[in-house]
């Protein structure tokens, strides 16, 4: 049995259904921060252009809006949601790393709560899997059914 199977055998007892609801917030949280990023480019690329990484910052500004888009939708849905947390973490670490702390925990500007609070969550679905309500349970259930 590999990993995935055996943790998500594991987690299937553990998980609460009121987990879902979180997930589905988490996604919901990922998605929208993915639509502020596309309606504010600029927004995006002034604040990564003022952190460490800025030689990049045209490439990065699309990369993160797309990857928060998408891995949103995938996690609200909860389809292949373990691969979506892995495409959100780097960003999320990165926007912790060198967006949000040189501005410090409770900067008006900052957002480094939201974005430590948002990657234990990816965390912590990344372990726990998507739950009972997700695409990804129905798939499981509904693999050996004829349709």
Known sequence: MN???????????KQANWLAALRILLGLIIFLKGVFFIRNTDALYAMIANSSIDLYAVLIVHLVASAHLMGGLLIIFGLITRVAI???????IGAIVFVNAPKGFFSIQSELSLSVFVTLLLMFFLVF?????SVDEWLNKNKGADH
């Open 3 to 13: 990993i995935e199977k055996q943790l998500d055998s594991w987690a299937e007892n």
């Open 86 to 92: 892995l495409f959100q973490l780097p960003i999320l």
């Open 129 to 133: 899997g998507s739950g009972k309500f």
